[in-house]
Structure formats: C-alpha cells, structure tokens
C-alpha cells in the first residue's frame, strides 16, 4: 500500500510484440516450484503508511448526464388566506456505520467466508490463517506461515477458499517468504484437516518480491479460476515485459495450471501494466472482475479487467486516451490507497446499496460506494464515501453470508451496520 507513491513515471515507446512462446517460459518459471516451508523470521515490523490526507475527489473517467431542472408554473392562487400551522414530522435519516466484531487482532488483509458461515481471516505480519465462528475466535490459528515480517508490504497479503470448499476443503494464501539471501513471493494452497492445515503445496512459486508492490489479493472467479494480482514489486518496466510475472494479473487453475481461455496461449498472465493492486471482486451479474490499484503521487485507480489488456505502467497512469492501453473507470487525486473491494449481495443495508461496488481506503479510512451502469457496466454512475474509520485504515472488504457487509482493518473486523437517526 505503497503511501509515498515513489518517482514521477516516464513516457516510454511501446515495447517489442509480446511472443506466446515468451509467455508459455513465464509459466514454467512459476509452477510448481520448491516448498517454501523455511523458517519464520523473529521480529515483526510495523508497517509506517502516510498521513491520512484530505478527502480526495474522484474523477470518473466516463462521461456523467447533467440533468438540468425544469421550472414549474406559478400556480394561480385560489385564497389569501394563510393555512394553519402544522409542526412537521422529522424525517428518518439512514447513515452507515461500522460496528466492531473482532478486537485484538492485526493486519487484516484478508476475508473469506466459508459456506457453513465460518469467517477465515489473516493476519499479515504474524503469518496466521484465523478462525471466528459464531461470535467466538478460535484460540489457536489454523496455520502460521513463515512469513517475512520486517518490510512494509510484506507478509501474508491474500487467501481464498475452494469454490467447492464444502466438498475440496482447500484454502489458498499469498505469503512472502524467505529463501537463502533473497525474498519471495508464492501461492500455496493446504486442504483443512478438522480444525488444522494439512500439507502446504505450491500453485505459483518464485514470484518476485519487494518491500513495497507485492499485490496479493487473491480471488476466485465465477469460472472458478483463481485470480491472482502481483504488483510490480518496484521493477517498473517488468509491468511491461510478458517473461517477468511482475506487474501482471495471473489467472490459474486450482491447481496452478494454465487455463485453456488464457488470452496468451501458454500463460498464466491474464492483464498487465499494472503497479499495484489490493483488491479483486467480480461482477454478481456479468461475472467480470474489477481491482483496485494504487498510482504513484496521483492516479489511484479503479479499474475492470479486460482479458489480454495493457492497463498502462508504467508509460501512463489515469486516463491515457490511447486504444493501445485500458482507460480506469475512476481515478482518485490526492491518493487514497484504495484496498479492499466487494459487490454487496446481501440484504441488511438499505436497497440502494444492493449490488454495489464497495471498496476501502488506507490512507483516509473511507468505505466508497460506486454504482455502475451502461450495457457492459463499465460506466460509472454514481460514487460516494458512505463511512470513515478513523485511525484504522480499511484493508479488505467482504460480503458476509448474515447479509452484512464485513471490513478487515490493521486493528481488528468490523461489520456494516445501517442506523436510523431522527
């Protein structure tokens, strides 16, 4: 969540025409690396962001109708005679509000439910997979891996569940670790024995990592496919480059396969051009996904991912007006950070809200509520800042099977919960 945002970007030429055969060498050189089963380093860092900032505005790139007001005729007046005064009845008013549900934990990059209702959650800089069920934490982790914990952006950064998870119990982790004098990024799923992980196996090994722009907001798509955004780990021009896996967003099988419908034949890469991202959801209805990715100092971004498409770095960020390159659907300048992201399904928050976007921010604590609209929804409508926690930073965001929306912090979970005032 890299708040300082780094240099001013570069125009650059396009590069050479990227190769399937460029591609399919990538592939081998993530899948089904060595184990990353090394051990776990002893002290914890505390990740220093900037200052929350002002409240940014944001800019939807497509075009918004203006209605313009109509006049009404003056009516002719029938008496001169005044009517008697009545006290008007206030009117309810319907805020958003975020109401803690669990406290004492740290870091929460990721959310994911299970069907039987059970809250799987992780904790980045303690390496752990946790367990609340029925209003209790569970006391012992379900894993804790051995994760890098001294750098700013890294840790363990995403998780996901099987979409058959009542049936293939497998539950997948985005982690950093350590091997020999280096830092790695991977992907390792473990099937969930009663209560404990199983064995860890590798899906995506020897990804490249950094202090800063590791991504990790892993998810799984109505293809049942899992989506996996890595940022650009600092190597700026890898976003560009199709060998290194930098940059990209990946699209795999559960087991770390290439998927036939890959737009590069023999490859994992499913976008690129991109710096960083920490959020991933997808469409209730059309089953297309959006992520949100954080720009240098201005630019950060709000983008739908478009099979085989170029989002720009580090050449452009913001609208680029260039048919090479995907133009982001919002930009934010001042930047926000922008985390977490989910279409609320549920039905405990006020209709408007049903099959919204809804995506956090770190750097002021906002929750952001975005209404799409056109043919393919990639036209933003409506947009609006529905809460804000102060001082805790909204990192993940995810649709809860009670019908609330539920919010991971870098302080504990909360839950968003409508309130009628008078």
């Known amino acids: 969540m890299d708040t300082t945002h780094g240099l001013p970007f570069p125009t650059q030429t396009r590069e050479a025409e990227q190769t399937a055969s460029a591609y399919r060498f990538l592939h081998g050189a993530l899948l089904h690396g060595p184990s990353a089963a090394i051990a776990s380093l002893g002290l914890a860092a505390v990740l220093a962001f900037s200052a929350c900032g002002p409240t940014p505005t944001a800019s939807p790139t497509a075009p918004q109708a203006t209605v313009t007001p109509q006049t009404a005729a003056s009516p002719t007046p029938t008496s001169t005679a005044a009517p008697p005064s009545a006290t008007p009845t206030p009117t309810p008013q319907i805020v958003l509000r975020a109401e ?140 560009q480059a199709p060998v290194q896996p930098a940059g990209k967003v990946h699209r795999v099988r559960p087991d770390g396969g290439v998927p036939d419908d890959n737009p590069f034949p023999g490859s994992t890469v499913y976008t690129l051009g991109h710096r960083n991202m920490f959020g991933i959801a997808f469409h209730p209805q059309t089953g297309r996904p959006y992520i949100t990715e954080n720009g240098p100092n201005v630019d950060d971004e709000l983008n739908l991912l478009r099979p085989g498409g170029n989002y720009g770095w580090p050449r452009f960020t913001g609208v680029a007006n260039d048919p090479r390159y995907v133009d982001p659907l919002l930009t ?56 804000r926690l102060l001082g805790e930073g909204i990192i993940s965001v995810a649709n809860g099977p009670d019908g609330y929306l539920y919010l991971g912090t870098r302080r504990g979970i909360h839950r968003v919960v409508a309130v009628e005032i008078r």
Do not use: C
């Open 100 to 239: 803690p549900v669990v406290q004492g934990v740290e870091w929460v990059t990721a959310l994911a439910f299970a069907p039987d209702g059970r809250l799987f959650f992780t904790e980045r800089l303690k390496g752990t997979v946790r367990v609340f069920q029925d209003g209790q934490l569970s006391p012992e982790p379900v894993v804790q891996l051995p994760v890098v914990s001294n750098l700013p952006e890294a840790g363990l950064l995403g998780l996901a569940l099987h979409p058959d998870f009542s049936n293939a119990p497998w539950v997948y982790v985005y982690y950093t670790y350590r091997q020999g004098q280096s830092n790695l990024n991977q992907v390792a799923r473990f099937p969930l024995e009663g209560q404990q992980a199983g064995p860890l196996g590798v899906v995506l090994d020897k990804l490249p990592a950094a202090g800063i722009h590791n991504g990790g907001a892993i998810a799984f798509g109505p293809d049942r496919l899992l989506y996996v955004p890595v940022g650009d780990t600092t190597q700026r021009d890898a976003a």
């Open 332 to 387: 934010y300048t001042p930047n926000i950070a922008p985390t977490g992201i989910a279409f609320y399904t549920g039905d405990k928050l006020p209709p408007q809200y049903s099959g919204r976007l809804f995506f956090g921010d770190y750097n002021t604590g906002s929750l952001h509520m975005v209404e799409l609209g056109g043919p393919a929804q990639d036209q933003v409508v409506r947009q609006e800042v529905v809460l």
